[in-house]
């Protein structure tokens, strides 16, 4: 049995940092899909069937085959290197349920908003909700079956981004497309406060 030297013991006793990461966007845009797909415990999920009383305020408009909703948050644990852990919350896609947005965003590092490009619409108050907050955040486009594809800068000025939001074409249901995502976020939030730093320092 090797004995471990005290610098290696220290090492392998650190804590790994753990971020926290928001997983947004509209109705039926793959939110509950992507923290499934990339998260390394069962993830914890809050759906609920979609009932005739919601008919009225869940409009299923091109997800007519979606029959649950995600009525609190959705959340997962990914490990992106061993010293760096990923708490993954999803939020609520209808308008009814954002009062919650507030206190899942507290402490958050930063967000993905997904995007459907059939219904790109449906992610425009995510995007305004972060812009508003000044909360990092990387548009993931997820590639849906059937749907049309468009290059990032069509889908940057369609939905009026700030040249320095990353943008990226994903599958919510492949892990290494939306760990890809995950760590685009991380990347763009870290840059951000690298930069701020250096503006206050002068």
């Excluded at 109705?27 to 759906?47: D, H, Q």
């Excluded at 993905?112 to 548009?139: M, Q, S």
């Amino acid at each position: 049995m090797a004995i471990l030297g005290r610098s290696q013991r220290r090492k392998a006793t650190v804590e790994p940092v753990t971020l926290k990461i928001l997983v947004a966007g509209g109705f039926g845009v793959g939110k509950t899909t992507l923290v499934s797909t990339v998260s390394e415990i069962r993830p914890l999920r809050t759906e609920e069937a979609l009932t005739e009383a919601g008919r009225p305020v869940d409009d299923t408009a091109g997800v007519e085959g979606k029959s649950t909703t995600t009525v609190a948050m959705d959340f997962g644990r990914i490990t992106l290197r061993e010293d760096l852990v990923l708490y993954l919350f999803g939020t609520p896609g209808q308008d009814r349920f954002w009062f919650l947005w507030d206190e899942l965003a507290q402490g958050s590092l930063g967000a993905v908003v997904l995007a459907d490009t059939r219904r790109l619409e449906e992610c425009f108050a995510a995007v305004d909700y972060f812009e508003r907050r000044g909360i990092p955040f990387a548009v993931g486009v997820n590639c849906f079956e059937g749907a049309a594809r468009y290059p990032e800068d069509v889908v940057r000025q369609a939905l009026d981004l700030d040249e320095s939001v990353p943008v990226v074409l994903c599958d919510a249901r492949d892990r290494e497309s939306a760990k890809d995502v995950l760590v685009t976020v991380v990347r763009h939030a870290m840059a951000r406060a690298r930069a701020a730093r250096e503006r206050v320092m002068g």
